[in-house]
Every structure is written in C-alpha cells, then in structure tokens.
C-alpha cells in the first residue's frame, strides 16, 4: 500500500521548452506532496510543498514562476518546469506523509535532461 | 555545519559482512528515517523511529534521543544491498513534517 506512481521517469526536452511532471497518490490521499531536486551525487534538496487546494509553499532560492505546482486533487500533484534551461537537469522526486509505519512515500523520480 | 551528517560517506563491504552506518542530527526531531536509494534513484522508506530499535529482515535500525544518533545495521550484506543510506531527520513543521537529508552513505558490497 501507499504507492506513489511519478512520471515521466525520463525526459528529455529542448532549451526553453516546458516539462510537467506528475505524482500521483494510487491507494492513499496525499493532501501534501513535497518536491525534491537532487543533482549527481548530491542529497536530496526541497523545492517546494504542495498542498491539496492552496498555494505552494517555496523554499528559499527556489523560483515559484520557473517551477510551477499544482496539487489540485487529493492524489495528484504537478510540477512544471518552464522555460527549462540545461541547468535545470536534474533528478526530480516526490514524496507524500502517509499513516504506514515508514511515513513517507515516494515517487520513482524523474530525470530530466535540458539540451 | 549540516543538521543531520552521516558516516561514513563511502563504504565498501564483503559479501557476509555486518555493516553499520551512523547518523547525527542536532536538531530537535519527530522522527528519524533511513531510506534506501537504488542506483536508478528510486527511493525507499526503510524505517521510521522515534525512540529504541526496529528490525525488518536483516535491516535493524537504532535510535538513542539523549545522544541525537541512530545507526542502521546490515547484517549478513549481500551485493543485492548495494546502495546509498540516507537517514533523514523529521522535523515538525506544524503542518506537515519536513524532512532534513544527510548526505548519503554509499554501500558496495562485493562477492
């Protein structure tokens, strides 16, 4: 149970162009949904919360009109990248608190290439 | 300084052998977790503790408050384990818990 399904898994897209990413809660609700980035080698990094119905709250240094978020259900949260640039290459990777005894679920990641 | 830091950064192991990571954080935390991140970046919820000891196969992961360091035990490693550790402080934001990553402890165990 508490499975989050991520995708795309891979991505690659040209400068400038735009890339959404979708996390999806299968079995549970997720009313929050944070967003990672992490780059080679690196710990994971938060960009940003999302909360079902409300705005996302940003972390700082994170541009909220580059990396858009949308959590507008209870098992489906958006990130999308505009305007992407090469350096915003990166693994991106969800997780949603659930009520299991581990706490946190996460998405299978998405690697996202700019060229 | 980081809130939580791991050691060691890389480790190598034989197949077989008992394996400890340690984690230290210095902040106050609702929970610690260790999670598993495969080679693909797939990232697994391992345990969740806020107090003693939880043992899942031949994972066993500690946690003592008082000291603000837990460690995460492999017994009897296999290649199958190789991966990175991460342990992760969770930190009570109000409405949902952040969590504050260490850096990772890269595992390669041989044959």
């Known amino acids: 149970g508490a499975v989050v399904s991520q995708h795309p898994s891979r991505v690659i897209c040209k400068s400038g162009t735009s890339v959404k990413i979708e996390c999806r809660s299968l079995?549970?609700?997720?009313?929050?949904m944070f967003w990672y980035r992490q780059f080679p080698k690196q710990s994971l990094m938060l960009m940003a919360t999302s909360n079902e119905g409300s705005k996302a709250t940003y972390e700082q240094g994170v541009e909220k009109d580059k990396f858009l978020i949308n959590h507008a259900s209870l098992t489906l949260s958006t990130l999308t990248v505009t305007s992407a640039h090469p350096e915003d290459s990166s693994f991106y990777i969800c997780s949603a608190p659930n009520m299991t005894n581990y706490g946190y679920t996460f998405g299978s990641g998405t690697r996202l290439t700019v060229v | 300084k980081n809130e939580v830091e791991q050691s060691p950064q890389n480790l190598t192991a034989q197949e077989g052998e008992f394996i400890t990571i340690n984690c230290s954080y210095s902040v106050g935390i609702s929970a610690l977790h260790w999670l598993q991140q495969h080679p693909g970046g797939g990232i697994v919820s391992l345990f969740m503790l806020s107090s003693g000891k939880k043992k899942h196969g031949r994972l066993i992961a500690t946690i003592n408050i008082q000291e603000k360091h837990s460690s995460l035990h492999i017994t009897a490693s296999h290649p199958r384990d190789s991966a990175v550790y991460i342990c992760?402080?969770?930190?009570?934001?109000?409405?949902?818990?952040?969590?504050?990553f260490g850096t990772g402890t890269r595992l390669q165990v041989t044959l």
């Open positions: 992760a402080a969770s930190i009570n934001t109000g409405t949902a818990s952040k969590l504050t």
């Open positions: 079995d549970f609700q997720a009313t929050t």
